[in-house]
């Protein structure tokens, strides 16, 4: 059972906007920075957002993400086919130590 | 163009130990943090620890008395020891550059647990 909990699935049709959300507690996310992992099939994850809403150097501006309180989301708008991937989101813990989300499988229908 | 490169056995008998080695090229391994996340089959991701070049370490509560991470700056490489693994430490491993952002990752390394 992961520290972080995200939905298990997550669905849209191309074009949609669509939006992942990452409950935890005051102890990780209300307290500390989070960051999303995008992992395609067979592949290594890669970052897609840090600080909250920060996106690394090639991430498009459709992928956004935000905080409130001790929840995270990541929002993918003008969804493609490509974005179909597994979601992580990851923050700093009071074990201490990063905990990961379960992970959200997106499907682009 | 940073790159990490995981390597080491792909398969561990029960009760020893796993050793795993991550080259890393295009930057020097004295910046940064390093770290080790692992991913058992259909599951998602743990993370195991990091290391910073002068060989402060942070692990995971849950793995701290089995694992062990080290650098060595000479090679620009860090690696980990697992030991006493059981079938629930099959996993693919990455090793990755950030000890919470994780900004570059190896490919990963399968690594099965079986007699």
């Known amino acids: 059972q992961s520290v972080l909990t995200q939905p298990p699935s997550a669905s849209g049709t191309p074009g949609q906007r669509v939006t992942i959300s990452c409950s935890g507690s005051s102890s990780n996310i209300g307290s500390n920075t989070v960051n999303w992992y995008q992992q395609l099939p067979g592949t290594a994850p890669k970052l897609l957002i840090y600080?909250?809403?920060q996106r690394p150097s090639g991430v498009p501006d459709r992928f956004s993400g935000s905080k409130s309180g001790t929840s995270a989301s990541l929002a993918i708008s003008g969804l493609q086919s490509e974005d179909e991937a597994d979601y992580y989101c990851a923050a700093w813990g009071d074990s201490p130590g990063v905990v990961f989300g379960g992970g959200t499988k997106l499907t682009v229908l | 163009q940073v790159q990490l490169q995981e390597s080491g056995p792909g398969l561990v008998k029960p009760s020893e130990t796993l050793s795993l080695t991550c080259t890393v090229s295009g930057d020097s391994i004295s910046t940064y943090y390093w770290s080790w996340i692992r991913q058992p089959p259909g599951k998602g991701l743990e993370w195991i620890g990091y290391i910073y070049y002068t060989g402060r370490t942070r692990y995971n509560p849950s793995l701290k008395s089995r694992v062990t991470i080290s650098v060595d700056t000479s090679k620009n490489q860090f690696s980990l020891k697992l030991k006493s693994v059981t079938a629930a430490d099959t996993a693919v491993y990455y090793c990755a550059r950030g000890g919470l952002q994780f900004d570059y990752w190896g490919q990963g390394t399968r690594v099965t647990v079986s007699s």
């Open positions: 600080n909250y809403n």
